[in-house]
């Protein structure tokens, strides 16, 4: 797979960054993109230690140019697109009477509406490497909160089951292509994204990012006859966390 790139969003910490990692370990091609660009170079720099090819574009991804821009930018440096990880997220905790609109419009923008741009804008170069390999590959974080809710974390996981939902409609638009689509739903990460939960549940007591980056590892390993349009990670005993 040493021909082959990716494009990573949210890679500057957490689980963006481990499934980097891994992708690079597969022999990818690297673009990581995020919004802050002194911590995503501080990740370029890491990555580039440990061997990869990687290109860092900074930006706010839930608008449109900075997409678009990302993916022009991958383009011109690679001229293919194998492997797309919409990753970036944000999370904010309320109750429905305390719903803050910029925050609300945040979690709609980045949770959701940056994944239809990245799959809008970078749709014909996924559509080449299906017609090359019949493997492209798209993966979206959700969260397992998509599938049973959560309460404070209404927005949040709508956003997350609309990923999911989006997620099946690529799977059964775009799959024929050669093109799949997989959610990952995890529960509780030991990211800083967890941290307003680490006095409930030990960060010893979560998931690790590299759990959840290595399913990308076994995504890229199946045949071309295998579709997986969702995987659930939860933690021993609690279906919802």
Not at 32 to 42: F, S, T, V, Y
Not at 82 to 101: E, P, Q, R, W, Y
Request: aromatic share 4%; glycine share 8%; net charge neutral.
């Amino acid at each position: 797979m040493t021909d082959r790139a990716a494009i990573i969003t949210g890679a500057s910490s957490g689980i963006g960054l481990e499934i980097a990692r891994v992708l690079g370990q597969e022999g990818h091609r690297l673009t990581i993109a995020a919004r802050r660009p002194d911590k995503l170079e501080a990740a370029a720099e890491q990555l580039r230690a440990e061997g990869f090819e990687v290109l860092a574009v900074a930006g706010a991804l839930q608008d449109e140019d900075a997409v678009a821009r990302v993916v022009s930018e991958h383009r011109e440096r690679y001229g293919r697109l194998d492997v797309l990880v919409n990753n970036a997220g944000v999370g904010s905790g309320a109750a429905v009477a305390d719903i803050d609109t910029k925050r609300l419009d945040l979690q709609l923008g980045l949770n959701l509406r940056s994944t239809i741009l990245f799959y809008r804008e970078a749709v014909g170069l996924l559509r080449e490497a299906g017609r090359q390999h019949r493997s492209a590959l798209v993966v979206n974080t959700a969260s397992i909160t998509a599938k049973l809710g959560k309460p404070g974390l209404s927005v949040y996981a709508a956003t997350k089951a609309g990923i999911v939902n989006w997620t099946a409609s690529m799977h059964q638009e775009l799959s024929a292509e050669g093109i799949k689509s997989t959610a990952l739903c995890p529960g509780y990460v030991d990211t800083p994204m967890t941290d307003h939960a680490k006095g409930r549940v030990a960060a010893e007591a979560m998931m690790t990012p590299s759990d959840i980056a290595e399913s990308v590892r076994f995504l890229l390993r199946v045949s071309p006859a295998c579709c997986v349009p969702e995987i659930p990670f939860v933690r021993p005993g609690d279906p919802t966390a």
